[in-house]
């Protein structure tokens, strides 16, 4: 079984940044995909950035050119650079890692904890 935890959350003022890290107990090598997703209060979880395993990465329209995600399979991490961070940022912010099982695209993944990251002044 694999576990991802998170680190690197806090409060932080309007125009900081943030570094969240993704640590994986097995190798990273062997996720297609690693990802950071957030949740705020009341809202559904959404897509903030993911990493293919070539390292083609893709980012929400609303954090493109703020957030920038990569991934260390040296190190069997993950982490989110946050810069510019705004007030509607926050949110609980949870590592994710996919792997293709079979030829048909069926997957399996994994969820960290979350950690929270809060922007406010």
């Known amino acids: 079984q694999v576990q991802l935890v998170e680190s690197g959350g806090g409060l932080v003022q309007p125009g900081g940044s943030l570094k969240l890290s993704c640590a994986a107990t097995?190798?990273?090598?062997?996720?297609?995909?690693m990802g950071w997703y957030r949740q705020a209060p009341g809202k559904q979880r959404e897509l903030v950035a993911l990493?293919?395993?070539?390292?083609?990465?893709n980012y929400a329209d609303s954090v493109r050119g703020r957030f920038t995600i990569s991934r260390d399979n040296a190190k069997n991490t993950a982490d989110l650079q946050m810069t510019s961070l705004k007030a509607e940022d926050t949110a609980v912010y949870s590592c994710n890692a996919r792997r293709v099982i079979n030829v048909e695209g069926a997957t399996i993944e994994y969820w960290g904890q979350g950690t929270q990251v809060t922007v406010s002044s």
């Open positions: 990493i293919t395993s070539s390292g083609n990465s």
């Open positions: 097995r190798s990273t090598s062997r996720f297609d995909s």
